[in-house]
């Protein structure tokens, strides 16, 4: 890193961060905690709830964040199929390591409420990766069972969810549990370095973020003459708002998180959307929107502008740009290129990368390991609600200011999760959906 956070303007630096760039392996979310050391050769043992493609990442790099001191000992998931397939996959992956997937036949839970089963064994570490429409009431039991967590994102899909993780996050931080979230670009070495480089002040104060997230369509299964509503719509769960949140809430949530980092992980004052169905054909495309467009205001002229998209045969973009008193800067996490530019000065990051996905848990099972606590709980639900807020603005057609939003009432989904019947509500229509 630069000696100076402000060099002069005249100097046009490219920096170079080495593999010193690993100082920023621990983030600002590190806190001492008075939870007793877990301390080698003892062995951490972990259940994972979703056996899906991300639970199976999820399970492959918490087994990986130590050599041979990490077990999986506990699986649950709503279809017996996933948790067979999960398991082979892992230990082919780990290879000389499978004996880490340590499963037994009794451990293996399947059904709505086998979590519940998996929390109430002896595990150290629960990894939540079910869709998002489960995550308040996994989050809540696990914290109850004083139960180290790994959750994927986002954190809920409407406010009473929301409202629910926040009071779950303030509780583990009072047990000195370890809450951890799957935004996984807040673990990537470069993020990091130009998030750092940003909030030096090297540019000026923010005054605008735009982020995008224009993608493709996800795939879908066709309904089978024997499955339930439930089912069918489970197999497809993308594509229903009251298990995804729609796609704002279930993929963008990662630009938005940037956004909140950006802004110092505070509130906007409102927002206003626009979006709509314009491709989505068929009942596999459940009662999602295909874009969105949002404008959020902080105040005092400070303003964030996003957009996402899920239609075929368009431009690919997930980039992200800051706009500041002095210059401006660019993420393009995939290229990758991160830069920051103001006058003659440019920073450009040309260090080393990492895998953010492995670093997760690398941050969490060290954490564990030395008595600290990682406490993601203020941003992840943060970063979460301003992906609901979008979409509340763009399917009403409204501006939502934080207050409203954190106050909605509206609960998506069914009371009781069970095999059979779930109606699907309408496509929501801008101007006639109502804000509740």
């Known amino acids: 890193m630069t000696d100076s956070p402000n060099p002069s303007p005249s100097r046009r630096a490219v920096i170079k961060t080495a593999a010193a760039a690993s100082t920023l392996a621990l983030g600002p979310q590190v806190f001492g905690s008075a939870r007793p050391v877990a301390t080698d050769p003892e062995v951490l043992r972990i259940g994972l709830v979703g056996c899906g493609g991300r639970g199976s990442g999820a399970a492959l790099n918490a087994l990986r964040a130590e050599e041979g001191t990490v077990m999986l000992t506990a ?9 067979e397939s999960c398991l082979s996959n892992l230990k082919n992956s780990l290879g000389e390591g499978a004996g880490r997937v340590a499963v037994e036949p009794e451990q293996r839970f399947t059904g709505f409420d086998a979590y519940k089963k998996l929390l109430a064994t002896d595990i150290d570490v629960v990894l939540l990766a079910t869709p998002p429409g489960f995550r308040p009431e996994h989050l809540k039991a696990a914290v109850a ?12 899909v ?26 996984c670009w807040r673990k990537n070495i470069r993020h990091r370095a130009w998030f750092e480089e940003l909030h030096s002040g090297r540019i000026g104060e923010v005054r ?24 069918f719509q489970l197999k497809n769960w993308h594509h229903f708002n009251w298990i995804s949140g729609d796609h704002i809430v279930e993929q963008a949530c990662h630009s938005l998180d940037k956004q909140n980092w950006a802004m110092g992980d505070r509130p906007p004052l409102s927002a206003t959307a626009v979006g709509g169905r314009q491709v989505h054909r068929g009942e596999e495309r459940g009662n999602i929107f295909d874009h969105f467009g949002v404008t959020y205001d902080y105040g005092d002229g400070v303003m964030a502008f996003h957009q996402s998209r899920q239609m075929p045969n368009c431009d690919f973009e997930n ?7 002095k210059g ?90 069970a095999w059979g019947p779930v109606p699907v509500p309408p496509v929501p229509v801008p101007g006639t959906t109502q804000f509740t």
């Open 75 to 83: 699986v649950a998931d709503v279809f017996p199929e996933r948790i």
């Open 145 to 156: 069972a004083d139960k180290h967590i790994f959750t994927e994102k986002p954190m809920a």
């Open 158 to 183: 409407d406010a009473p969810g929301i409202r629910s993780v926040y009071a779950t996050a303030k509780e583990a931080k009072r047990k000195n549990l370890n809450l951890a979230s799957g935004f």
């Open 208 to 231: 605008a973020f735009h982020s995008t997230y224009n993608a493709s369509p996800l795939g879908t299964h066709k309904r089978q003459p024997e499955w339930s509503d439930m089912e």
């Open 319 to 325: 980039n992200d740009y800051v706009f500041c008193e």
């Open 328 to 417: 401006h800067g660019i993420i393009n996490g995939w290229a990758p290129l991160h830069l920051l530019a103001g006058g003659d000065d440019e920073w450009v990051y040309d260090g080393p990368g990492n895998d953010m996905y492995q670093q997760e848990h690398d941050e969490l099972f060290a954490a564990i390991r030395a008595g600290e606590v990682v406490d993601d709980g203020g941003f992840m639900t943060t970063s979460s609600m301003l992906s609901i807020m979008g979409r509340m603005s763009a399917y009403t057609g409204k501006t939502i200011t934080w207050e409203q939003a954190m106050a909605s009432e509206e609960k998506l989904g069914p009371e009781r999760h």
